[in-house]
């Protein structure tokens, strides 16, 4: 079943094309890498897939659901990890938590466990995320999706910021999402270990994903 | 040398070529109504100057209604567009809508001001005031001044156009919304007003006078009729090139993928 | 059934906001840390400014007061603001997939809560200082919770409008003050009433501020939505 149908995809940003005619087809279970230098649009990209952005031109859809008419439905049903970590600073790891899987109307109950499958020592779970280092901020943001079960994974940079521990966690979860159903679309500016994860590797220049580069 | 009347005449086929349709604001509808316009305002200045009695009271004073209660009208009415306008943006997205409001925000500011100045100079011969601050009309057209001054404002804060669109409609909703409450608030905390109640109704006027406002007002619809065209016009102009542009970004960008 | 449900939900998502943005705020104590000394600089300041001449204190009291509570707004709020802005916070409360009036009425209530806080250190504060007596309580406390519902309705609803612009602390004071002069007036004539100032009839004021409140209420609840999409 297809989870991303993306059809001459445009997006502008600012009267900017960051996106300039896209087509992609994400199959449930597929881990799709999205490689292409800085300011290609990758980004842009999966901000789209999440239905944060409005499509200017072309037409969509995600798990089912219209990018044009149906954009909350998508958004309710995906997990996103962009360059930011959506935290509030001020509150705790497990406070983040809480308040996201109270506003999802997920399980608080899962919160404890992704913390600790993300590696977070449980000392610095009462800890404001702002004294956090920003590897550690990285692993409570992706215990935020891990908390959401998504049937989609958005996941720019997967493993920015985090060291080789962190790098394997984020992979295993990666894993394990797609073996359940998910689709993965990760983005990266190099090839490098995301590569040996993604059962497809796309490349994205100049907005546009360049012809003849799937594998 | 080329004429600058051929070199204006050239960059305007150039610009028409490059939209796929006219770059004028101006169109022959226009052009009639503007100069019927200005020649009805002639009109109005001779017979609201000169022709017109001075009042028993007021004297000479009395001649601004001519150019104040027809621009306080407009301006209220300008708002009225706005405010529909930033509805209908928000509710449909129509641009049409969101340049229309945008455009009758921009006259609003005008009329509004000229509103204020008028009643300002009429005050002080008359109330021996410049500003009175319990004449509920003068006090809301003021607050009506601030809104739309601030519409303009996010407006002019730039940015993605939808963007800017959504944030001015909000304003522009907001505003009119608000500005019955102003007036009904200032009319309670005032409650003793010096305007004018209704000079309109009242018999005093004499018949030119009345027919001098009469025609005032009909001089100022088309006024300000001719202002929202062109005013309408250059911002569907500024959309289209948008539109226009979008095709030769998306080549642009797509080509920075050969490089 | 369903009705009772939305309800609950909405309710619940408001009820979640708030309480985050509440307690960041007492984390940070940013925008009180703010509000409660220049509300009482305020009030030290306009002594000085009125020569300390106590029927015009007195006299002058509710105007002063509801001015400082309308500048506390514009502080509140735009922390309000901050809150979601740093560090993409705002896409949390899109992707959750909550009601965006519930977002708002969450956000709206924080902010009500903090201004509440003001008023209850500055009516104190006037009759400490001003010698103002309090005539009427509940006319007092009514116009309080009508008014304040009102400044934060219209002030988050105006803070969303300017959320992520650069220049969005000079803007917002532009877009706030004008529309809250109904409050303004109406609180001060009301309190002029409440003190027994000026003889007049406060409670016709607090039906003008309660209808200010819902007006701007519901508008907010209705297009905050579009604002947080497209913005």
């Given at each position: 079943m297809t989870a991303v149908d993306l059809r001459g995809a445009v997006v502008l940003l600012g009267g900017f094309p960051a996106l300039a005619g896209v087509d992609l087809s994400v199959e449930r279970g597929d881990i799709v890498l999205v490689r292409g230098p800085n300011g290609a649009g990758k980004s842009t990209l999966l901000h789209l897939c999440a239905g944060l952005l409005r499509l200017s031109k072309g037409n969509g859809d995600v798990l089912g659901c219209d990018l044009g008419a149906d954009r909350a439905a998508v958004r309710r049903r995906v997990g996103l990890l962009g360059h930011?970590?959506?935290?509030?600073?001020?509150?705790s790891a497990a406070e983040n938590l809480q308040v996201w899987a109270r506003a999802s109307r997920?399980?608080?109950?899962d919160v404890p466990g992704a913390l600790e499958r993300l590696g977070l020592p449980p000392r610095l779970r009462d800890v404001p995320t702002d004294r956090l280092s920003a590897g550690q901020r990285r692993r409570v943001a992706l215990a935020a999706i891990v908390v959401r079960r998504p049937e989609l994974w958005l996941l720019d940079e997967?493993?920015?910021?985090?060291d080789s521990s962190g790098r394997q966690i984020v992979d295993s979860i990666v894993e394990a999402a797609a073996a359940a159903g998910a689709a993965v679309v990760l983005a990266s500016?190099?090839?490098?270990?995301a590569g040996d994860l993604a059962t497809r590797t796309v490349t994205m220049a100049g907005g546009a994903l360049s012809e003849g580069m799937a594998q | 040398m080329t004429p600058p009347e051929s070199e204006g005449a050239a960059s305007e086929t150039l610009i028409a070529s490059y939209l796929g349709g006219p770059a004028r604001t101006g169109s022959r509808f226009t052009f009639w109504l503007g100069l019927a316009t200005l020649i009805g305002l002639a009109g109005v200045a001779a017979l609201g100057l000169l022709a017109a009695p001075a009042d028993d009271v007021q004297g000479d004073a009395v001649r601004i209604i001519f150019v104040h209660v027809p621009a306080a009208l407009g301006a209220y009415t300008a708002l009225g567009v706005t405010a529909v306008g930033s509805v209908m943006w928000l509710w449909r997205r129509s641009v049409w809508w969101d340049v229309t409001a945008h455009a009758g925000a921009e006259i609003g500011v005008l009329l509004c001001g000229l509103t204020l100045v008028t009643g300002m100079l009429w005050g002080r011969p008359t109330w021996g005031t410049y500003w009175e601050w319990g004449d509920v009309r003068l006090v809301t057209a003021l607050i009506l001044f601030l809104v739309m001054v601030g519409y303009l404002s996010v407006r002019a804060l730039g940015g993605d156009a939808d963007s800017v669109a959504t944030r001015a409609a909000v304003v522009g909703l907001v505003g009119g919304i608000n500005i019955p409450i102003v007036n009904r608030s200032v009319n309670w905390w005032a409650n003793?007003?010096?305007?004018?109640?209704?000079s309109l109704t009242d018999g005093k006027l004499a018949d030119l006078t009345l027919f001098t406002l009469f025609l005032a007002f009909v001089m100022a619809a088309m006024a300000i009729l001719w202002m929202m065209v062109h005013r309408f016009r250059i911002g569907w102009l500024e959309r289209q090139l948008q539109a226009r542009d979008l095709d030769e970004a998306l080549a642009a960008r797509r080509a920075e993928a050969a490089r | 059934m369903t009705a009772w449900r939305e309800l609950s939900r909405f309710t619940g998502d408001a009820v979640l906001v708030a309480s985050k943005d509440l307690r960041i705020e007492w984390r940070a104590r940013t925008a009180l840390g703010q509000m409660l000394p220049f509300a009482v600089l305020v009030l030290v300041l306009f002594g000085f400014a009125l020569d300390a001449n106590r029927p015009t204190l007195r006299l002058a009291t509710p105007g002063l007061l509801w001015m400082t509570v309308l500048f506390a707004t514009v502080v509140a709020v735009q922390r309000s603001v901050a809150v979601e802005s740093a560090d993409g916070a705002r896409r949390m409360l899109l992707l959750s997939g909550m009601a965006p009036a519930a977002a708002f009425a969450g956000k709206a209530a924080a902010v009500a809560v903090q201004l509440l806080v003001v008023e209850a250190l500055l009516v104190p504060g006037v009759v400490l200082l001003y010698d103002a007596d309090i005539e009427s309580v509940p006319l007092v406390v009514a116009t309080c919770v009508a008014a304040t519902v009102g400044l934060a309705a219209a002030g988050s609803l105006l803070g969303a409008v300017v959320a992520g612009v650069r220049a969005h602390q000079t803007v917002l004071p532009i877009l706030l003050l004008p529309v809250s002069a109904p409050v303004l007036i109406a609180a001060t004539r009301a309190f002029a009433d409440g003190f027994g100032t000026v003889a007049v009839d406060g409670w016709p004021w607090v039906a003008l501020l309660a209808g200010f409140a819902a007006v701007n209420a519901v508008v907010g609840a209705v297009v905050y939505g579009p604002l947080l999409e497209d913005t």
């Amino acid at each position: 079943m297809t989870a991303v149908d993306l059809r001459g995809a445009v997006v502008l940003l600012g009267g900017f094309p960051a996106l300039a005619g896209v087509d992609l087809s994400v199959e449930r279970g597929d881990i799709v890498l999205v490689r292409g230098p800085n300011g290609a649009g990758k980004s842009t990209l999966l901000h789209l897939c999440a239905g944060l952005l409005r499509l200017s031109k072309g037409n969509g859809d995600v798990l089912g659901c219209d990018l044009g008419a149906d954009r909350a439905a998508v958004r309710r049903r995906v997990g996103l990890l962009g360059h930011d970590t959506a935290l509030y600073g001020e509150l705790s790891a497990a406070e983040n938590l809480q308040v996201w899987a109270r506003a999802s109307r997920v399980g608080e109950t899962d919160v404890p466990g992704a913390l600790e499958r993300l590696g977070l020592p449980p000392r610095l779970r009462d800890v404001p995320t702002d004294r956090l280092s920003a590897g550690q901020r990285r692993r409570v943001a992706l215990a935020a999706i891990v908390v959401r079960r998504p049937e989609l994974w958005l996941l720019d940079e997967p493993h920015a910021g985090l060291d080789s521990s962190g790098r394997q966690i984020v992979d295993s979860i990666v894993e394990a999402a797609a073996a359940a159903g998910a689709a993965v679309v990760l983005a990266s500016h190099e090839s490098g270990p995301a590569g040996d994860l993604a059962t497809r590797t796309v490349t994205m220049a100049g907005g546009a994903l360049s012809e003849g580069m799937a594998q | 040398m080329t004429p600058p009347e051929s070199e204006g005449a050239a960059s305007e086929t150039l610009i028409a070529s490059y939209l796929g349709g006219p770059a004028r604001t101006g169109s022959r509808f226009t052009f009639w109504l503007g100069l019927a316009t200005l020649i009805g305002l002639a009109g109005v200045a001779a017979l609201g100057l000169l022709a017109a009695p001075a009042d028993d009271v007021q004297g000479d004073a009395v001649r601004i209604i001519f150019v104040h209660v027809p621009a306080a009208l407009g301006a209220y009415t300008a708002l009225g567009v706005t405010a529909v306008g930033s509805v209908m943006w928000l509710w449909r997205r129509s641009v049409w809508w969101d340049v229309t409001a945008h455009a009758g925000a921009e006259i609003g500011v005008l009329l509004c001001g000229l509103t204020l100045v008028t009643g300002m100079l009429w005050g002080r011969p008359t109330w021996g005031t410049y500003w009175e601050w319990g004449d509920v009309r003068l006090v809301t057209a003021l607050i009506l001044f601030l809104v739309m001054v601030g519409y303009l404002s996010v407006r002019a804060l730039g940015g993605d156009a939808d963007s800017v669109a959504t944030r001015a409609a909000v304003v522009g909703l907001v505003g009119g919304i608000n500005i019955p409450i102003v007036n009904r608030s200032v009319n309670w905390w005032a409650n003793r007003t010096l305007h004018q109640q209704s000079s309109l109704t009242d018999g005093k006027l004499a018949d030119l006078t009345l027919f001098t406002l009469f025609l005032a007002f009909v001089m100022a619809a088309m006024a300000i009729l001719w202002m929202m065209v062109h005013r309408f016009r250059i911002g569907w102009l500024e959309r289209q090139l948008q539109a226009r542009d979008l095709d030769e970004a998306l080549a642009a960008r797509r080509a920075e993928a050969a490089r | 059934m369903t009705a009772w449900r939305e309800l609950s939900r909405f309710t619940g998502d408001a009820v979640l906001v708030a309480s985050k943005d509440l307690r960041i705020e007492w984390r940070a104590r940013t925008a009180l840390g703010q509000m409660l000394p220049f509300a009482v600089l305020v009030l030290v300041l306009f002594g000085f400014a009125l020569d300390a001449n106590r029927p015009t204190l007195r006299l002058a009291t509710p105007g002063l007061l509801w001015m400082t509570v309308l500048f506390a707004t514009v502080v509140a709020v735009q922390r309000s603001v901050a809150v979601e802005s740093a560090d993409g916070a705002r896409r949390m409360l899109l992707l959750s997939g909550m009601a965006p009036a519930a977002a708002f009425a969450g956000k709206a209530a924080a902010v009500a809560v903090q201004l509440l806080v003001v008023e209850a250190l500055l009516v104190p504060g006037v009759v400490l200082l001003y010698d103002a007596d309090i005539e009427s309580v509940p006319l007092v406390v009514a116009t309080c919770v009508a008014a304040t519902v009102g400044l934060a309705a219209a002030g988050s609803l105006l803070g969303a409008v300017v959320a992520g612009v650069r220049a969005h602390q000079t803007v917002l004071p532009i877009l706030l003050l004008p529309v809250s002069a109904p409050v303004l007036i109406a609180a001060t004539r009301a309190f002029a009433d409440g003190f027994g100032t000026v003889a007049v009839d406060g409670w016709p004021w607090v039906a003008l501020l309660a209808g200010f409140a819902a007006v701007n209420a519901v508008v907010g609840a209705v297009v905050y939505g579009p604002l947080l999409e497209d913005t």
